[in-house]
């Protein structure tokens, strides 16, 4: 069984860091592209960033380019969200998700999420 847990959430002033972390077991990581996704409240889920089984390819949505980073540690079995230069905007649930390639097959697996507020 597939198991996707989120960490690394919580409360950070605008312009701050965090970093999310997503532990994946049930599955052969190493293989698989992992996505991260957030939904604020009152809004549908959204797409965040992409990443391939290698780490080489990543993809971005637009208004997270540039200050946030998709990376992953195979060994670990782990994905990570880097977020820098938060915004007020920023606040939501992250979900990491697996998918089959950076390029094919749907996410699927969701995790529990992890909660980021941003304050003012």
């Known amino acids: 069984q597939v198991q996707l847990v989120e960490s690394g959430g919580g409360l950070v002033q605008a312009g701050g860091s965090l970093r999310l972390s997503c532990a994946a077991s049930?599955?052969?990581?190493?293989?698989?592209?992992m996505g991260w996704f957030r939904q604020a409240p009152g809004k549908e889920r959204e797409f965040v960033a992409v990443i391939s089984w290698d780490g080489l390819t990543t993809y971005y949505v637009d208004f997270v380019k540039g200050r946030f980073t998709i990376s992953r540690d195979n060994a670990k079995n782990t994905v990570y969200l880097q977020m820098n230069s938060l915004k007020l905007e920023d606040t939501a649930v992250y979900y990491c998700a697996t998918k089959a390639t950076i390029h094919t097959g749907e996410y699927k697996n969701w995790g529990q999420g992890t909660q980021v507020t941003v304050s003012s």
């Open positions: 049930g599955l052969t990581f190493s293989s698989t592209a």
